[in-house]
């Protein structure tokens, strides 16, 4: 089923996002891809609450594009996976590589998305007060 828009729109900047947290960079003559929340997960202690920051985000801009309860919770699942073993030294850095939670929950998104019927609703409706794309919040 085609997607709305709207939808179409934000879930190519929360594929940018998620990109960008998961396969940023290439190792050379290995191939493998890892992006900042990688990186990030180096610098001990802070790195992986760091990485917190644009996985909410998405989860954030999910919750608000209408994602189930099921898909917002499977999206916190692996946050939570990501999160937890991310902190475990060394182990959890080649972990993070593999996971790739941002991209996990934009595709999770996106296949919830393309299920639904793509009905278009009014602006007050999808666009809450605390919405980033609420008239009073744009810079």
Do not use: C, Q
């Amino acid at each position: 089923m085609p997607l709305h828009p709207d939808h179409e729109r934000d879930l190519g900047r929360l594929n940018a996002i998620a990109r960008r947290m998961d396969y940023a960079f290439r190792i050379p003559f290995v191939g493998v891809r890892l992006g900042w929340d990688s990186i990030l997960g180096l610098v001990p202690g802070v790195g992986d609450a760091l990485a917190l920051a644009p996985a909410g985000y998405i989860v954030k801009e999910a919750h608000r594009m209408g994602a189930s309860n099921s898909v917002l919770a499977r999206m916190g699942a692996n946050i939570g996976i990501d999160f937890l073993i991310g902190t475990v030294p060394l182990i959890g850095d080649v972990f993070d590589v593999a996971w790739k939670a941002n991209s996990r929950n934009v595709a999770l998104l996106h296949d919830h998305l393309e299920k639904r019927p793509a009905v278009a609703r009014a602006k007050t409706e999808i666009e809450g007060k605390l919405s980033s794309h609420h008239p009073t919040l744009r810079g």
